[in-house]
């Protein structure tokens, strides 16, 4: 696709409810970021895929914090048994080869739970 | 661990002057990256500059230029002749290039007409 999309834009849960966010990254992007941004701050790094591998998951905050990237293309980020702290927006990114390359992020999707 | 300050939590300029939007960073690398992004209300994040490490040059983009100071760790954001579009936060960002992307907690920007 022409950008890096992201459903549903927004999703409200209730506690203990569980969830799963998806990314379409931009065809051909070799890596895809998950961060999570709480209200009035900066994004914060969650996890990192490399094609179909997660090389780094060291952000996820617990272990109620799943992500995948089976076929080295869309990627879902799945919550279990939400907690009102896990409201937040979460951003998908993607980007090419490394080097510093520029990171295409989607609209994100705002979770809020109830 | 590296780290990326934003100092100025809310910035105000008049329609078409000039403002500057400041960033330090922390970092034992010597090869790195830094980036400033918008972040519209919109949500989606877009890239407004880029800047190599090893280049002395500081970047620009038409009404956008940095001020890189590598020795001070400091990348600033110049905006000339700001427009009602230039509204958004600001993010300045770091990777070393292998993948994870470091921001600070962002700077809104307020264009007063």
């Known amino acids: 696709g022409a950008g890096v999309s992201q459903s549903p834009r927004y999703k409200v849960a209730k506690r203990g409810q569980d969830v799963a966010l998806r990314c379409d990254p931009i065809?051909?992007?070799?890596?895809l970021f998950w961060y999570q941004q709480a209200l009035g701050q900066g994004p914060e790094f969650l996890t990192y895929f490399q094609n179909e591998a997660q090389l780094d998951k060291s952000g996820l905050p617990s272990d109620r914090f799943f992500a995948e990237r089976p076929e080295g293309s869309v990627s879902t980020l799945k919550i279990q048994r939400t907690q009102q702290e896990d409201s937040a927006v979460y951003l998908c990114?993607?980007?090419?080869?490394?080097?510093?390359?520029?990171?295409?992020f989607g609209q994100g999707t705002r979770l809020t739970v109830v | 661990a590296q780290t990326v300050t934003q100092s100025q939590p809310e910035m105000s300029v008049q329609e078409a002057e000039t403002v500057t939007l400041s960033c330090t960073y922390d970092t034992s690398e010597s090869d790195y990256y830094l980036f400033w992004y918008k972040q519209p209300p919109s949500r989606q994040m877009i890239l407004v500059i880029r800047q190599e490490a090893y280049k002395q040059q500081n970047a620009t983009e038409n009404r956008f230029s940095v001020n890189f100071q590598k020795a001070a760790k400091s990348f600033s954001l110049k905006i000339s002749d700001s427009q009602l579009g230039d509204a958004a936060m600001y993010f300045c960002?770091?990777?070393?290039?292998?993948?994870?992307?470091?921001f600070g907690t962002g700077t809104r920007l307020k264009v007063l007409a």
């Open positions: 960002a770091y990777t070393t290039g292998l993948y994870k992307y470091i």
């Open positions: 065809s051909g992007h070799v890596s």
């Open positions: 990114a993607s980007s090419g080869a490394g080097g510093g390359t520029e990171a295409f």
